[in-house]
């Protein structure tokens, strides 16, 4: 069986899979429960300077549904704890006490001062927590007052803050990144220059979730006001892989430490973190559409897909995928691919042919004979987009196939080239990784 246990900045966990600081990892009745179902660590929810913050007394969190009522976005106006600060510190002693072999991060948002972050770290130090997490992203409430994301926009703030912090504390430094940024590497450049030992990303994204067409009022509101909350869930993921990527390609930061956050919910979408060079992946809306329990099923999926790919460590597959990720210019443009409709399997839907034919290329033709439809490819005008692939309801019924070097492209009339790098001769093909 693969070995699925971390170890991130010498920080030791039974598996990759923290919960992210948030409601699920904010007092120590949960967390206790996290743990007894198997997650390998959490990032306690953020600690600020007391007097304690003050939430909204009405609805914090809004959702975008699909059509079969999932999940498919959160967005929340919920700030940092609201509990007394020695409470949430006598808990993660006693938390970290109990359970020694699990992960305990703290995570850390106070003024952009070096006073308060001078009286604050040695206090959580001293509870024998492994590390902090320095929260410079959240998009609401607190960074109005100067902190959270309005500290991780500013890349000389992050730096600044962040080696106040290597100064002040020995424990393992996580800077967590605000996505509501343009370029994603300049935090994070400025965190490793800071001394960050590691990165965390995402943070929400800016976000209004939607209206009340019949109050005309935006929600979630208070008393008839609304407010931008923060969005996450599985419609960032593709958002958030995207930061980790760049990242972890950036050559000014090749080498940092990536905890990946940002719409995992299942094994898959982890899986996909480390391949792009996330070393431990952190789980919150997840955690709070389906409970604790979903850890079991990502730790198993994992393993299972390890062992059959021949990974017996993370550190074997870390990263793996981070080298295909190039920028537009150094693609490939002798490659050519054509969609193929699996006569078999077609329901005869006409999905396919309307988008091609309304907003595409015009590629895929229906012929019509009494009581029967068939649809086909022109492969005169299929450009290979892959959106016929994309809503094609019957999985596998259009494939794209790959020209051979010498095929002529029917709708350029040029052969193909046949010197060009292709799929088959690519150093992450698992065929002629197995050769
Ligand atoms: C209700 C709620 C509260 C959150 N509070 C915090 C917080 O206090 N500190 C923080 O760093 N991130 C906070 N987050 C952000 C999460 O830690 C995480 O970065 C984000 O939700 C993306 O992960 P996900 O898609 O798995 O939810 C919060 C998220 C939610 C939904």
């Known amino acids: 069986m693969a070995d699925i246990s971390s170890n991130f900045l010498g920080i030791r966990s039974p598996n990759p899979f923290w919960l992210a600081s948030a409601p699920p990892t904010d007092k120590e009745i949960n967390v206790v429960r996290a743990f007894e179902a198997g997650w390998g660590g959490v990032v ?21 549904l699909g059509a079969d009522r999932r999940v498919l ?35 850390l948002m106070v003024p952009c001062e070096e006073q308060s972050w001078k009286s604050i770290l040695p206090q959580v130090e001293d509870t024998g927590a492994d590390g902090i ?25 992050i730096q600044m803050v962040t ?8 424990l393992p430094v996580i800077v967590k990144l605000t996505p509501n940024i343009t370029d994603i590497r300049q935090p ?13 990303l995402i943070n929400t994204i800016n976000s209004v979730i939607g209206v009340d067409l019949e109050r005309m009022v935006m929600s979630p509101s208070t008393a008839g006001w609304g407010s931008h909350g923060g969005y996450c869930g599985p419609a960032v993921k593709p958002i958030a892989l995207n930061m980790v990527a760049e990242i972890a390609r950036d050559p000014a930061t090749t080498g940092l430490p990536i905890s990946g956050i940002g719409g995992v919910s299942t094994w898959r979408d982890a899986a996909e973190f480390i391949a792009l060079g996330a070393g431990t992946v952190q789980v919150c809306t997840a955690a709070m559409v389906y409970g604790f329990k979903i850890v079991q099923d990502l730790c198993s999926g ?3 897909f390890m062992d059959q790919q021949g990974y017996a460590t993370l550190d074997d597959m870390r990263g793996r995928a981070v080298s295909t990720v190039k ?36 590629a895929i033709f229906a012929t019509t004979t009494p009581g029967a439809r068939r649809f086909e490819i022109n492969e005169a005008e299929c450009v290979g987009c892959n959106l016929c692939v994309s809503m094609c309801p019957v999985p596998d019924t259009i494939t794209m196939r790959v020209l051979k070097p010498g095929e002529v492209d029917q709708r350029t009339g040029h052969a193909v080239s046949a010197d060009y790098a292709n799929w088959t001769t690519h150093p992450n093909n698992p065929s002629r990784v197995a050769a």
């Open 44 to 64: 306690w929810k953020t600690l600020g300077e007391d007097p304690p913050v003050v939430n909204v007394h009405g609805p914090r969190y809004g959702t975008l």
């Open 73 to 107: 976005g959160l967005n929340n106006i919920e700030l940092i704890s609201d509990r007394p600060l020695q409470t949430n510190l006598e808990e993660i002693r006693r938390v970290k006490r109990a359970w020694p072999d699990r992960a305990m991060i703290v995570s």
């Open 133 to 157: 997490e320095l929260n410079f992203g959240c998009p609401h409430g607190m960074s109005e007052r100067g902190m959270g994301a309005a500290v991780g926009q500013v890349p000389e703030y």
């Open 163 to 170: 080696a106040w912090c290597k100064h002040y504390s020995r």
């Open 188 to 200: 994070a450049r400025a965190a490793a220059a800071g001394g960050a030992d590691a990165v965390s």
């Open 302 to 304: 994992l393993e299972n």
């Open 327 to 362: 920028n537009w210019n150094q693609l490939n443009l002798q490659h050519v691919e054509k969609a193929v409709i699996n006569q078999d399997s077609c329901i005869q839907c006409g999905r396919c042919h309307v988008v091609c034919e309304d907003t595409s290329h015009q």
